[in-house]
């Protein structure tokens, strides 16, 4: 029996560690958390919150090192690894990068900040350097121009934790082939390099660097570019040549600003995000359309990973739903509990008795079993419900519901199967 340690954070370590549940039944599993890991979910999910929601021994660093059998996977972990303390040589990182590229820090930044079309993600060896261990798999990453460091971010979760899985089974059975990195082109990067604490637009340059400013340091749960004491989200090129000095403004609205660079004009769309839900709940939708011009806002969420489209289908605005369905709303998108918006369009149903959005959703393919970061689906809560009998018979079926009694002895529900 060998022991598979998962050391890290977010999404990526949380989905590596539900898969070798599911996967490596006759191992052990055992996690090491990151120091900032509190056991809350939030815009990413927390490793120790489902480490102990599926019973898994969380151990300290040194805790592992003299685990003789011992399969360790750095996943986005804070701290630095020394080989030498280890019993075991099976020390394995995922690099959000293609290597020998961007070794070290601010991996989802630089690239856009440097103006490249693509970069990717390493599964590697740990060896005594930073991220200079041999390769076992690696995978490129398109960089888009609309991308921010936030939605690049993304991508390389989703593939990182793809490349951990495609490669875990050789790893756990020690038959991975591995190559070293080659020392031309390699290039790290510091903690230090950036200082986002003090980050604010830098308007003596070109359109084409204030754009890729924009794009690079957009990364919303953290922070926005900020200018003028305003935040921005996104940065439009213009065809005008630009004929004053670089900052000056040209025009300057509730959604956007135009201003002056080195050789275009730049239109700079504000961060309005909080005034695009306080028009969508009034339903005051002709503004709430004006202010949600920016492709970075039509997907936006809040601290409570909360979008124009959830806000949208809570308050049962239906012309908003479909307008933001039109300009690119994520239909799949879920809050930082999980909860999908089926899930918010059952509490509006519930609320009201108005189904109409519940149903159109259905029928756009809202998965309806999917279930919430707390293992529920909305079947679940609907039989919770006392107020089950007001649910449209349609509804029910949709849900597979069981038909529900109330059982004035129990002072409960009674499920009975229609079988």
């Not at 989703?158 to 020690?174: A, Y």
């Not at 529900?404 to 002072?411: L, N, Q, T, V």
């Amino acid at each position: 029996m060998k022991t598979i340690c998962i050391a890290g954070k977010n999404n990526i370590a949380v989905d590596v560690l539900l898969y070798c549940i599911n996967t490596y039944k006759d191992d052990e599993i055992v996690v090491v958390c990151n120091k900032n890991d509190l056991g809350e979910n939030g815009w990413q999910r927390s490793l120790l919150w489902h480490a102990r929601k599926h019973d898994i021994r969380v151990l300290k660093l040194n805790e592992v090192y003299g685990i003789e059998d011992l399969v360790f996977l750095s996943v986005e972990f804070d701290r630095i690894i020394r080989p030498k303390r280890f019993s075991s040589a099976r020390l394995f990182n995922i690099h959000f990068s293609f290597l020998p590229l961007y070794k070290g820090c601010h991996t989802s930044v630089l690239p856009i900040l440097h103006g490249r079309d693509k970069t990717g993600v390493t599964f590697h060896r740990i060896d005594s350097g930073i991220d200079t261990g041999e390769i076992i798999d690696q995978e490129e990453v398109k960089i888009y121009s609309s991308d921010t460091s936030y939605d690049l971010y993304k991508k390389l979760i989703s593939v990182g934790t793809k490349l951990i899985i495609k490669n875990l089974s050789d790893v756990i059975r020690g038959t991975e082939q591995s190559w070293k990195q080659e020392s031309h082109g390699s290039t790290y990067y510091s903690i230090n390099e950036i200082k986002y604490s003090e980050l604010c637009l830098d308007i003596n340059a070109t359109a084409y660097q204030i754009q890729n400013q924009i794009r690079a340091f957009s990364f919303r749960p953290y922070q926005l570019l900020v200018w003028n004491k305003k935040r921005y989200v996104e940065c439009e090129i213009l065809e005008n040549r630009s004929v004053w000095r670089p900052g000056t403004i040209l025009e300057d609205t509730e959604v956007y600003t135009v201003i002056v660079s080195i050789d275009y004009d730049v239109k700079l769309y504000k961060d309005v995000l909080l005034e695009i839900f306080s028009a969508i709940e009034k339903k005051e939708n002709s503004r709430a359309k004006k202010l949600c011009v920016s492709r970075q806002l039509v997907n936006a969420q809040d601290r409570h990973g909360r979008s124009p489209l959830t806000v949208a289908v809570y308050s049962g605005n239906i012309e908003m739903v479909e307008y933001l369905l039109q300009c690119g709303a994520d239909i799949c998108v879920k809050d930082w509990n999980g909860s999908t918006l089926l899930m918010y369009a059952k509490d509006y149903g519930m609320n009201t008795g108005d189904w109409s959005l519940f149903r159109m959703l259905a029928e756009l393919g809202v998965d309806i079993n999917e279930k919430d970061y707390a293992g529920l689906s909305l079947a679940d809560y609907i039989s919770e419900l006392e107020k089950i009998d007001s649910i449209p018979d349609d509804i029910k079926k949709m849900l597979n519901l069981w038909e529900a009694r109330f059982d004035k002895e129990s002072s409960g529900f009674m499920i009975e199967s229609e079988m």
